[in-house]
């Protein structure tokens, strides 16, 4: 068996690797945007896996995480609290990368004509509603939303969830937790937002968790070999994560991984866990390919933006998506 404190960490070193994934995903769209012009998913599915089931997966734990917070507490959830927490993890985070992302962008569309200075304004103060306002272009520079690699998309669905979970803990009341599932999923599969249904997953992977984790017992080793397994399939058989039946088998390998033994202790080490992927996890959205506009031009900023990106992780203002927060 595997402690509940294991369990977590396993989440912890994940969340590096998939900040990873997510990294290499965006670098080879730059890479095709800079030498071709198309800002466009990779040709290769497995390329495409990484980003894309990376974002699943962030949306997986995100569910799972509270959502299992819920099922424990009942409906006795300190709201202001958890919102609170939200605040103090994300905004600091995304103010300095919305900053550096403007910056950025002024100095590149400077010289490129007139400036409708009101205009500039509205666009920028656009950028600070984590992408609820759209992500335009900033002073008629083009493709701007291109400096961050559009990352922020996913924010603005973490704040929907977010806001969504009163609503769904007084379903949760009524019709009970099957009725919350089976009315998201039913929207999920409406929606052409398929990505959807990795927040369904993660919810029902805390359900399913907190029922058996103590009555099926499965050796570490296998159930790492399991997971593998399921992760090699994702990554080689199918052409996008956003799609029902990837974010099913997603469920099933995020199962298999809190039962494992961290991948054979591969999601425990210290770089994974408690070290740089760690960092670079909580700080993607800040950091991601606005550090690469900084090299070529922008370095003292860049150097800020790292600075205050680490202190920000640092010194835990919002705490780390643990159980507690």
């Known amino acids: 068996m595997v402690s509940e404190e294991g369990r977590y960490k396993s989440i912890d070193g994940l969340r590096g690797f998939l900040a990873l994934g997510v990294f290499f995903h965006h670098a ?29 997966f962030f949306f997986m734990i995100t569910a799972f995480l509270f959502w299992g917070r819920i099922l424990k507490t009942g409906c006795g959830v300190d709201w202001v609290a958890l919102y609170q927490s939200r605040v103090r993890r994300i905004v600091p985070m995304y103010v300095v990368a919305v900053v550096a992302l403007v910056l950025i962008a002024l100095s590149k569309a400077a010289g490129s004509g007139e400036i409708d200075e009101w205009s500039v304004v509205k666009e920028v103060l656009k950028w600070f509603y984590f992408a609820f306002l759209g992500a335009p272009d900033i002073n008629g520079l083009p493709h701007t939303f291109t400096i961050n690699a559009g990352v922020f998309w996913t924010l ?27 009315l998201l999923g039913l929207y999920a599969t409406l929606s ?8 369904l997953g993660g919810m029902i992977a ?6 058996i984790r103590s009555g099926i017992r499965i050796p570490s080793w296998l159930s790492d070999v399991l997971f593998v397994g399921a992760i090699s399939v994702l990554m080689t058989s199918f052409d996008t994560a ?3 039946t990837a974010a099913v088998l997603s469920t099933v390998a995020f199962l298999l991984m809190l039962k494992g033994g961290g991948v054979f ?12 992927l760690q960092h670079l996890s909580a700080a993607w959205h800040c950091h991601h390919l606005v550090s690469e506009h900084c090299k070529q031009g922008w370095f003292p900023l860049g150097r800020v933006e790292l600075l205050v990106g680490r202190l920000v992780d640092g010194l835990d203002l919002g705490g780390s998506l643990r159980p507690d927060v």
Not at 156 to 182: D, H, T
Not at 193 to 199: G, I, R
């Open 242 to 244: 956003y799609r029902a």
């Open 156 to 182: 603005a669905y973490e704040w929907r969830f977010y806001f969504a979970l009163p609503f769904m803990v007084a379903l949760l009341a009524i019709s009970g937790r099957w009725g919350v599932y089976l």
């Open 28 to 56: 080879l769209i730059n890479f095709s945007f800079q030498t071709g012009g198309v800002w466009k998913a990779p040709d290769e599915p497995f390329y495409v896996m990484t980003g894309q089931l990376g974002v699943g």
């Open 192 to 199: 052409d937002e398929k990505f959807l249904f990795y927040f």
């Open 265 to 276: 202790g591969l999601l425990h080490t210290k770089a994974a866990g408690g070290g740089e």
């Open 206 to 211: 805390a359900d399913v968790h907190e029922r």
